[in-house]
């Protein structure tokens, strides 16, 4: 009873949120500039969230996520523009084939750990961008034009069916089994828990909505191009997740906020922003390696006298 | 004959990743961090290396030694500034302020000096040796013999002299290393400044043979050298060297079968597949994990 009211409460005040965005770019108070920002925004809110359930929820540490963004990008706009097919099955079967790269490269790669699995996954990701760099039926290194079909409709939707789906599944039974795994893998096994179903499971919701992102993400620009999708990408997102706090989907959500704005502002100036990024993620590791929330979520704020309370 | 060629070609290239490699599985072998800025640490060798040749005017060999030099001075800065405080932190935390160190590296470089790339100085005459129909450069002698040289001068440091005794020391196990009267933060500190000269040396003939450097020249080669050192079981010294050699060999062989533009590609095929099927690399033993 109470949680379906903390929910709905949240549905309106993100219908809210929508309504008056929406209002303001049709009566043209948001320009395009500020438009475009917006919707970058939403995909990096989108790409913090699917690495915060990898890195944060799972403790799987990946930096190749940009692959599957690549995966949803690719694979969306070969549908719209090569097949003709709507955007809305373009997203969809953007995200399944991510989530499909995602158990390809899961199965085998995350029965690695820690610093071996990173190297793997950055591999894939590297090996998922070299075979787009070569196939001409995606415009190799030249690129591949896509139609701009992206508004602040599917990016904003797009947003709130992550958090809902990656926030429902961390509150649920795999998502402490997660949970549990990011805290000591091993007594998680000896628990009976099924570590390897847990972590592959993480990872394709991960590649999932990786995937939509890079659909949106595709749609948003008139190229993509295989470079777009290098390390310094799978970088990006990682500082989010990093910054935010690793387990803190709402710290990711701010981070991405934050650095969007950061990075729009410093657009002109490549090398600071990239000097400035590293910088953040080196102090930050160096005196509060848990990120800036931790693993706290701006909503545990909210929640005074609750004190022993039943959650 | 063709295959010759690209097999010396092979070993010319590994030779340079074996000589990165080297210091990614001596300090991982130490201190159980992927440095991942010593990709970046071989860039500036580079660098120092045109700056001493082309600005000057010093002769290669000087040019090698003040690249090494310099080399191992940044090594043990990054490691004192940067990592030393993560002793203790989790595997992720090292690894994401290695990631930081490295692209701070380069960005500060690039804000610097610029991106646009930097066309090395001919020190040496290119002659061609004719050995049974294969064209082998003066140049690839060059570098495998500088390679082969530093190699095995690490031998000798890792295996007869007191620092190489305490190197082995700490990474068999750190503790028992300090209660025996090691001083580890020292130790640790050597380990880079050797891992960091290797680096720059590689960085300083990989200009010579390549000709042509950029800031972010050290991304690449880093991977790959990590690659040769996981290939060949990382924290063992032979290993790298081995899987420097091997990974330059299949790469080369992968362009001469046409495929240059999957060369990449195909270092991080067989890196996959030496993590899913033997990940403790060609020499590494299982080591079983312990509760």
């Known amino acids: ?311 | 004959m063709e295959w010759i060629q690209q097999l010396v070609n092979g070993i010319s290239l590994g030779s340079i990743y074996a000589l990165i490699a080297l210091g990614y599985t001596m300090v991982y072998g130490i201190i159980k961090l992927i440095n991942f800025a010593h990709g970046d640490v071989f860039m500036i060798g580079s660098f120092i290396g045109f700056y001493a040749i082309a600005k000057w005017e010093l002769g290669f060999f000087p040019a090698l030694l003040l690249a090494m030099v310099i080399c191992a001075i940044f090594g043990v800065l990054i490691e004192r500034i940067a990592y030393k405080r993560l002793r203790n932190a989790t595997r992720i935390a090292a690894l994401i302020t290695a990631i930081g160190v490295s692209l701070l590296i380069e960005y500060t470089t690039i804000f610097f000096r610029g991106a646009q790339p930097a066309a090395y100085p001919e020190v040496f005459k290119n002659k061609s040796f004719d050995i049974f129909g294969v064209q082998i450069s003066s140049t690839s002698i060059l570098i495998l013999s500088v390679a082969v040289v530093l190699m095995i001068l690490l031998q000798f440091i890792v295996h007869k002299t007191k620092i190489g005794k305490a190197m082995r020391a700490v990474s068999h196990d750190a503790d028992a290393a300090r209660l025996m009267g090691i001083n580890v933060d020292n130790t640790i500190s050597a380990t880079f400044a050797i891992g960091s000269a290797l680096a720059g040396a590689a960085g300083v003939i990989f200009g010579v043979y390549y000709t042509k450097i950029d800031p972010l020249m050290g991304v690449i080669p880093g991977v790959k050298a990590f690659i040769a050192a996981v290939l060949g079981g990382i924290g063992i010294i032979p290993g790298a060297m081995v899987g420097g050699m091997l990974l330059g060999v299949v790469e080369s062989l992968v362009s001469a079968l046409g495929f240059s533009l999957w060369r990449d590609a195909a270092a991080f095929v067989i890196l996959i597949l030496i993590l899913i099927f033997r990940p403790s690399g060609i020499f590494g033993k299982n080591a079983r994990e312990k509760v």
């Open chain 1, 1 to 311: 009873m109470k949680k379906s009211k903390v929910f709905w409460g949240y549905a309106v005040l993100a219908l809210v949120i929508y309504a008056v965005v929406q209002l303001l770019i049709t009566t043209e108070v948001i320009d395009m500039y500020y438009k475009n920002m917006l919707i970058t925004m939403c995909i990096n809110i989108m790409l913090a969230v699917s690495l915060h359930i990898v890195i944060g929820v799972t403790g799987q540490f990946s930096i190749g996520h940009a692959g599957f963004l690549a995966v949803g990008a690719y694979v969306s706009a070969i549908i719209t523009t090569k097949l003709m097919l709507p955007f809305p099955l373009a997203i969809l079967l953007g995200a399944v084939a991510a989530a499909i790269a995602g158990l390809i490269v899961g199965i085998p790669t995350l029965r690695l750990k820690g610093d071996y699995l990173a190297i793997a996954t950055l591999g894939f990701a590297e090996i998922i961008r070299i075979i787009f760099l070569n196939t001409d039926y995606v415009g190799g290194a030249a690129g591949m034009q896509v139609k701009y079909l992206s508004n602040w409709t599917y990016a904003f939707f797009g947003v709130v069916l992550t958090i809902l789906v990656i926030s429902n599944f961390t509150n649920s039974r795999h998502g402490r089994a997660c949970i549990s795994i990011r805290e000591d893998e091993i007594a998680a096994d000896a628990m009976g828990i099924n570590t390897t179903y847990y972590k592959v499971v993480a990872f394709a919701i991960g590649s999932f909505f990786a995937g939509l992102a890079g659909a949106i993400f595709a749609h948003n620009f008139y190229i993509i191009q295989p470079t777009t999708f290098g390390f310094l990408k799978s970088f990006d997102i990682l500082i989010y997740v990093v910054l935010g706090g690793l387990g803190s989907l709402s710290g990711s959500v701010i981070a991405a906020i934050f650095l969007t704005f950061v990075s729009t502002y410093l657009a002109n100036f490549p090398e600071t922003r990239m000097i400035i990024y590293s910088l953040v993620l080196i102090i930050v590791m160096l005196y509060r390696p848990t990120g800036l929330m931790g693993t706290k979520e701006i909503t545990d704020l909210f929640k005074f006298g609750k004190k022993g309370g039943t959650k």
